[in-house]
């Protein structure tokens, strides 16, 4: 199976799905996307045109998919080895889908709404907004926290999608408002994620890239 991953070292759900083909080995052809570049990006939302990223395409088969955690989906049906993401159990399997929604909608897309707000021009800023997603943000932490503390990962022992999806949505969080103080449960599992090789990985690929992150 040729895998080609459409993606960006910066982009925090493209991070979901690197973190999954590198936990198991699944090898992938990566191409980064410029979207600053207009010609890039034309053909990017020709391929896809919500121009979201990250993108997997199967060239063997010609199947393309958006969506982090369809990625995941997709590869642990197809590879053997990235069948653990996702469990054989399927009372397991839905906890681990149950959580990579918790993480993706009120974790992930709550930082990724603050951050965006960022990059918007003076004039153009929505603080109403912003203090409603904090919010959000901080409510969900609080569960991570109390369900995080004792250790494991997201739905138990074992790694799965769901850790996939925790960790770019938390370390994101983390950079946004740091949340040790608060939530020094939810900082410990963070902690594990950025141990783990798969993540660490990551984050190394991304450095060159963090002075593009916008901070306040
Ligand atoms: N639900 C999608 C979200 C994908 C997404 O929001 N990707 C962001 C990068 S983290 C993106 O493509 N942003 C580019 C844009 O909106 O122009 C997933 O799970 O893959």
Redesign the pocket.
Known sequence: MALRLYY?PL????W??LIALYETDVPFEGEIVD?SDADARERFMRMTPL????VLVDEETGKGF????I?IEYISMKQPGAARLIPADRDLALRVRLSDRFY?LYVHDKM?KIVGDRLRPAGAKDPTGVAKWKDELEVALSLVDRDMAEGGWATGLTFTMADCAAAPALYYANQVSPFGDLHPGAARYLDRLMARPSFARVLEEAAPYFANFPRD
Not at 11 to 14: G, I, P, T
Not at 66 to 69: L, Q
């Open positions: 960006h982009s925090s759900y493209c979901k799905a979207l121009g979201k990223f990250p958006p969506e982090s955690s990625i993706d990724q």
